[in-house]
């Protein structure tokens, strides 16, 4: 095991500079990696795509499946701690590694972020003590629980426990009827009903927690999904109640802290109008990494929520961050690529470009495709009608859905 921390610009005791590496190659691995070597660090990245977003600038990149024992012992023998980019990669994999190389988060956090159902009961025995609960669901995994259900939980959404994302293997069903379809419909692999809740508004926070159980965090975000995948993220003093905003960060302190975490985690949240003056908090999810929510902090906090991945994997100290200016999150789907005809277009960036505070990222994908990720625009400014006020414009300029309300 590899001693912590691991220094920037040293070199281990066989003249090998001190390497970071990531199992996942998207842009989120991407911009770990640019994290990283921006503090020093030297990088490798395991994705079998040759052209992963985070394999195209990193110094390493061992193109082999997750499972690959020949491609696990190489990243080994690179890196002196690991960490990952998403949640579906096998949580056997990371304990492979983490055999030989301090692996963070660790395998069991992301086998409990891969099921659904230990997830709930995970949040049960974690958010409850900051009074925040899950959603009301039923665990269905045979016959007799489906007929089991009880009414009051339809209308509800049937969510596959395992490998979903951006709201796929997710049916929405009226009646048991519907339900029983559904889940037919989905090969009867273990599910999750939940009730249809009420929403108002969803919103994540993202902490960062070390090996020593320190904790840090960034302000809740205000995200607005459209056909189930984000699209803005609003981040400012006065974006949510502040009492509320207190609650989801104790609860998502909580969550980290139950199952001593160690890396950034994103802990996403429903607003409910549960008929209180101030409303309901519900935990939704968690994501054992950085998240598409937390991007306006690349450019509105003096560290990112990638910094922290740095961090935390190597055991340097986790300083709190601190948001400097009011920032909105405008995701940047390929569907921007294409014209109402559906004509490949190059979008406007000079126009984007011009507006003040508009940092543009974009992820190195060649292929636009509606629906995929290909970049975002964070956009900072003095004040918040200004910041407002520009994503409208840009908005308007790229043709993104999400904006009417702001
Ligand atoms: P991702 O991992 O991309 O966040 P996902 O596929 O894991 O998405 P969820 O986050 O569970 O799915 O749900 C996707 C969206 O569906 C939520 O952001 C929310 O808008 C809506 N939704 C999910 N569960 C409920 C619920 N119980 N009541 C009302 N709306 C819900
Ligand atoms: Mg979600």
Not at 198 to 221: K, M, N, T
Not at 347 to 376: C, F, I, N, S
């Amino acid at each position: 095991m590899s001693a912590l921390p691991i220094l920037p610009g040293t070199l281990s005791a066989a003249g090998q500079p001190a390497t970071l590496g990531v199992m996942g190659g998207g842009q989120l691995g991407r911009m770990f990696v640019q994290a990283a070597q921006r503090l020093g660090y030297f990088t490798a990245v395991l994705d079998p795509d040759p052209n992963s977003p985070a394999g195209l600038v990193s110094h390493h990149h061992v193109q082999t499946g997750y499972s690959d024992a020949a491609g696990l012992a190489q990243l080994a023998a690179l890196c002196a701690a690991v960490t990952t980019e998403f949640e579906n990669v096998p949580a056997a994999a990371l304990q492979t590694l983490a055999a030989t190389r301090p692996v963070a988060p660790g395998a069991a956090a992301v086998a409990i972020a891969q099921d659904r159902i230990q997830e709930k009961s995970h949040f049960t025995a974690s958010a409850g003590v900051a009074g925040v609960t899950c959603a009301p669901y039923a665990v269905i995994e045979t016959p007799q629980q489906l007929q089991a259900v009880p009414a009051d939980l339809l209308p509800g959404i049937l969510k596959t426990a395992r490998m979903g994302y951006d709201g796929k293997g997710q049916v929405r069903v009226k009646d048991a009827a519907a339900l029983a379809a559904a889940w037919a419909e989905l090969k009867q692999v273990p599910c999750v009903l939940e009730k249809m809740l009420p929403l108002q508004a969803e919103c994540s926070v993202i902490v960062a927690r070390g090996w020593q159980g320190e904790v840090v965090s960034f302000p809740p975000q205000l995200n607005l999904h459209v056909d189930g995948i984000l699209a803005v993220t609003e981040v400012y003093e006065g974006n949510m109640p502040p009492a509320l905003a207190e609650r989801a960060l104790d609860a998502a302190k909580s969550i980290a802290n139950h199952i001593g975490y160690v890396g950034v985690l994103c802990v996403e949240f429903f607003l409910v109008d549960d008929g209180s003056a101030l409303g309901g908090l519900v935990v939704n999810e968690m994501a054992p990494r950085p998240h598409n929510s937390g991007h306006y902090t690349l450019d509105a906090c003096d560290v990112s929520q990638f910094d922290l991945q740095v961090h935390a994997m190597a055991g340097l100290p986790l300083p709190q961050p601190r948001q400097h200016s009011p920032a909105i999150m405008l995701n940047l789907l390929g569907d921007v690529w294409f014209d109402a005809q559906g004509q490949a277009r190059t979008p406007d960036w000079q126009a984007v470009l011009a507006l003040p505070g508009a940092h543009l990222h974009l992820y190195g994908k060649t292929e636009a495709r509606v629906g995929r990720k290909m970049g975002h625009l964070n956009i900072t400014g003095a004040d918040v009608a200004s910041v407002k006020a520009t994503a409208r414009q840009a908005a308007a300029i790229l043709g993104l859905p999400g904006c009417e309300g702001l």
